[in-house]
């Protein structure tokens, strides 16, 4: 189990030198970023680094991390549990024109200062990871899939536009006088 939280900062080369295996917990509550694209959450995100370096003496780092986001409906706005899991493999630069060296296989992370904030590199990696839109399953969402279809909308907006009419009960007074 995992119940120590992850350093903020780090000394990746030092931890890539060492072959170092990094665990922890990152409270969900901290970071802004990602509740400005997924709104407010709660909970731990778990985290595992192994810093290391690679044949070609490029210095990485191997990462996951898992997460349970809550997440608003796209069709009612009432926030859904959506697990989320990345695996991920960086290549530390320390200079953002040394990224484009990296092979595919690598995402930059910018190591400043030969320190790293771990925090803004889970949270990037978080916020990579979200779905593009989430809806709950039909039985379970607030908004009826019918209501969705527009012409049924607009059938339904003119049946009680007529009921409703004012003038048109007037009419039916007149008539009948
Ligand atoms: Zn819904």
Same mark, same amino acid.
């Given at each position: 189990?995992?119940?120590?939280?992850?350093?903020?900062?780090?000394?990746?080369?030092?931890?890539?030198?060492?072959?170092?295996?990094?665990?922890?917990?990152?409270?969900?509550?901290?970071?802004?970023?990602?509740?400005?694209?997924?709104?407010? *959450?709660?909970?731990?995100?778990?985290?595992?680094?192994?810093?290391?370096?690679?044949? *070609?003496?490029?210095?990485?780092?191997?990462?996951?991390?898992?997460?349970?986001?809550?997440?608003?409906?796209?069709?009612?706005?009432?926030?859904?549990?959506?697990?989320?899991?990345?695996?991920?493999?960086?290549?530390?630069?320390?200079?953002?024109?040394?990224?484009?060296?990296?092979?595919?296989?690598?995402?930059?992370?910018?190591?400043?200062?030969?320190?790293?904030?771990?925090?803004?590199?889970?949270?990037?990696?978080?916020?990579?990871?979200?779905?593009?839109?989430?809806?709950?399953?039909?039985?379970?969402?607030?908004?009826?899939?019918? *209501?969705?279809?527009?012409?049924?909308?607009?059938?339904?907006?003119?049946?009680?536009?007529?009921?409703?009419?004012?003038?048109?009960?007037?009419?039916?007074?007149?008539?009948?006088?």
């Amino acid at each position: 189990m995992l119940t120590s939280r992850l350093p903020d900062r780090v000394e990746p080369y030092k931890l890539a030198a060492r072959r170092e295996r990094l665990e922890g917990r990152v409270a969900l509550s901290g970071l802004s970023r990602l509740a400005e694209e997924a709104g407010p *959450q709660s909970g731990d995100c778990r985290v595992v680094l192994e810093f290391g370096i690679d044949a *070609q003496g490029r210095r990485e780092i191997h990462g996951s991390l898992e997460a349970s986001l809550m997440l608003a409906c796209r069709r009612c706005l009432v926030p859904i549990e959506h697990p989320v899991k990345s695996d991920f493999l960086l290549g530390m630069v320390a200079d953002e024109a040394l990224a484009g060296e990296l092979p595919a296989s690598h995402e930059p992370v910018l190591v400043e200062n030969e320190q790293l904030n771990l925090l803004t590199l889970v949270e990037d990696e978080l916020i990579l990871s979200l779905p593009q839109v989430i809806y709950h399953d039909e039985a379970d969402c607030l908004v009826p899939a019918e *209501q969705l279809v527009s012409k049924a909308d607009e059938a339904e907006e003119d049946e009680a536009a007529s009921d409703d009419n004012p003038f048109a009960v007037l009419r039916t007074l007149k008539d009948k006088q």
